[in-house]
């Protein structure tokens, strides 16, 4: 028996998952899925109907805001989205940026989940990320021309932002975007990370305090401690 409706459906959703900040091609949605074009079109504009994707100028599909609204309906683990929901939103205020809290994929070197925008970036290439690896993942793929990319000096970036509590990335994931990111930190260790992306030449030492500053406003006095050892 073929695959239902419904695991083809979940198969395109899937497709998504390592996609990272960027959006997918008809082509690659079919490539990653194995369903020929005239099916994987079919379940697309489907999806794309029912708000579950999006389909931009470039002809590119993205996730829609439907699957955006019912992830954060979800609950996070004991509260945490709900704890750093006011910091968040008054560091959005304060930069002008768009704010965000991510936790570690499972496997913690796949990725991260950023619980506001629901991407879940290469963890190497954003400032969440670097804040919550605790070594350089096996894959480093090149996203941009500053994407670090070898494993010897990202383990020593790594080092370096666990000791300063902060992280910034210039450009690693798309260009024109800078993202700072700091620890959010529970009684046993760092549980996630804040922080915010602006465009390329704002200030990024007042960008830097007021994520420092929003960061340790979180209180998660309950919840388990994720992978990277604390700074």
Do not use: N
Request: charged share 20%.
């Amino acid at each position: 028996m073929g695959e239902s409706v419904a695991g083809r459906i979940f198969s395109v959703l899937d497709a998504f998952e390592h996609a990272g900040p960027s959006a997918l091609r008809l082509t690659d949605i079919a490539a990653r899925t194995g369903l020929p074009a005239p099916t994987a079109l079919r379940l697309v504009r489907e999806l794309v109907a029912w708000g579950g994707l999006e389909r931009g100028a470039d002809g590119r599909y993205r996730l829609g805001l439907r699957l955006r609204v019912l992830g954060s309906a979800a609950p996070c683990p004991r509260g945490l989205l709900d704890a750093a929901l006011p910091a968040l939103r008054a560091l959005s205020a304060r930069t002008g940026g768009q704010a965000d809290l991510a936790v570690p994929t499972a496997p913690p070197t796949e990725g991260v989940l950023c619980l506001v925008s629901g991407e879940r970036p290469p963890p190497h290439a954003t400032a969440y990320g670097k804040v919550l690896l605790a070594a350089p993942p096996s894959s480093l793929p090149r996203l941009t021309r500053h994407t670090v990319v070898a494993p010897h000096l990202l383990a020593g970036q790594l080092a370096r932002i666990r000791a300063a509590g902060l992280a910034v990335c210039a450009e690693e994931s798309r260009l024109g975007e800078v993202s700072v990111a700091a620890p959010v930190r529970g009684p046993l260790g760092t549980v996630a990370a804040l922080g915010v992306t602006v465009p390329t030449g704002v200030p990024l030492e007042r960008v830097a305090a007021a994520v420092r500053a929003a960061a340790s406003r979180v209180r998660l006095p309950d919840l388990p401690a994720g992978p990277t050892p604390s700074a």
